[in-house]
């Protein structure tokens, strides 16, 4: 924990070739800016355990390097975006979202490896 308060800025997105981005555990509010879809490179988001609010952003497609992404204990609303979802495909191992107000509108088939829309 680094004491990091405020919210993460918009120009997180010209971090480009980092690998993990770890913010969890701190005292960041407001919504997961847009521009997360920047990090292209990102193997690991760790934003646990803030008071981040709203829908996680749908700019996810962009990222084919993540292998998890962890936004639990969080304020976040809505439900896990469409691009998010689709790098379960890609090759996403975690997607965790627990103790949030997050909806999911799909499932991940263990034994097929990808996710699975649930309508």
Not at 27 to 47: C, D, F, T, Y
Not at 87 to 116: P, R
Request: hydrophobic letters at 40%.
């Amino acid at each position: 924990m680094a004491n990091l308060e405020g919210q993460i800025p918009e120009s997180i997105g010209i971090l480009s070739s980092v690998k993990i981005f770890d913010v969890s555990q701190n005292n960041l509010v407001g919504e997961i800016p847009k521009s997360i879809g920047g990090m292209r490179n990102a193997e690991q988001i760790e934003l646990y355990h803030n008071h981040l609010s709203h829908e996680i952003p749908d700019a996810f497609s962009g990222l084919t390097s993540l292998l998890r992404f962890d936004a639990s204990e969080n304020n976040l609303t809505g439900k896990i975006p469409q691009s998010l979802a689709e790098q379960l495909n890609q090759g996403v191992k975690i997607v965790s979202c627990f103790a949030t107000k997050i909806t999911i509108a799909w499932h991940f088939d263990f034994h097929m490896g990808g996710s699975v829309g649930m309508g």
